[in-house]
């Protein structure tokens, strides 16, 4: 008899420690998110992204697995200003667990509160894929996304609220970590301020406008619209090493007409890291955007 009891004992036990010990899990819509998750949460997150590193979010589909994920799932985060407007509202209909649908206590918009760059006056059809919320790639530039990660800690503290002196914690170190490494930055691109670029499509331009670079142009005509051979024919003869300083894009566009663009006006051409883990070494936020960072300014010091 003793034996049982000691044996019921230890079951209770065991179980009461797994229920404290249990992380707290979350899903998020792309690999930026979850290594802010990751960064607030420490241990005591399980973190997943339904997007790989270099897919582009914008063209993901929804499929049952998503479902499952973030039916499982205890936080569901998203970027938020029109990114995943083809298939999350799909997935969010579809999951049973009203905590992590909009609204619900688990349910984190990463964009709330942040204010956008390239918001546009008006919406119409000949303006190409515009986000009516404005720009959504703020996780390229860590001083940003800090409102992000704050909108993160919320949600973390609301469904895990034990914990919310480390998820604050971590905020803070978080908040000290990047306004240095963008302000180291910043100071080393001093001497290039105002030095004129091109891009591809506007997915690094938060963290080209804190660099102190100037867009000048881009190789999609518009938003989302692939270019014709008038169009960079244009680029190539309206710019010169003079005015431009190099060509960035991302790797899943045409790297082809990056080259042509690039060599015809005589600058490099400086393929990117969109998202983290697309590249070796960008690991996290942090580490994404000194990748980047560094890529450019040795562009600029060829």
């Known amino acids: 008899m003793k034996k049982t009891i000691i044996f019921l ?60 994920r973030i039916s499982r799932s205890d936080m569901f985060v998203e970027n938020g200003f029109e990114l995943e407007m083809g298939w999350i509202p799909e997935v969010l209909r579809e999951t049973r667990n009203r905590r ?40 390229l530039e860590p001083v940003t996304s800090q ?69 000048v142009d881009a190789i999609e005509p518009l938003p989302g619209l692939a270019p014709s051979a008038g169009h960079v024919a244009g680029l190539i003869s309206g710019y010169n090493p003079e005015t431009v300083r190099f060509v960035m894009m991302e790797p899943w566009h045409d790297q082809r007409v990056g080259k042509q663009v690039a060599n015809g006006i005589g600058v490099p051409l400086v393929v990117g890291c969109p998202t983290v883990g697309s590249c070796d070494g960008a690991d996290c936020i942090l580490s994404l955007f000194e990748t980047n960072a560094q890529k450019l300014f040795d562009a600029l010091t060829k």
């Open 9 to 68: 004992l230890m079951i209770i036990i065991s179980a009461g420690l797994s229920v404290a010990n249990a992380r707290v899990r979350v899903t998020t819509t792309t690999t930026d998110l979850a290594s802010l998750v990751e960064i607030i949460g420490g241990d005591l997150v399980d973190v997943t992204s339904l997007s790989r590193p270099l897919q582009d979010a914008h063209y993901l589909d929804a499929t049952p697995g998503m479902v499952v």
């Open 100 to 139: 992590v649908r909009r609204g619900g206590v688990g349910h984190v918009d990463a964009s709330s509160g942040i204010q956008a760059i390239q918001v546009p006056e008006r919406i119409h059809r000949d303006m190409g894929d515009v986000h009516p919320s404005g720009n959504p790639h703020y996780t």
């Open 147 to 215: 409102q992000a990660a704050r909108n993160i800690a919320n949600g973390l503290i609301r469904v895990d609220g034990d914990n919310a002196e480390i998820y604050r914690r971590n905020l803070e170190q978080y908040i000290e970590d990047s306004n240095r490494i963008v302000s180291k930055w910043q100071e080393k691109f001093e001497p290039w301020k105002g030095a004129g670029i091109i891009i591809y499509h506007k997915h690094f331009d938060y963290m080209l406008l804190k660099l102190g670079l100037n867009i």
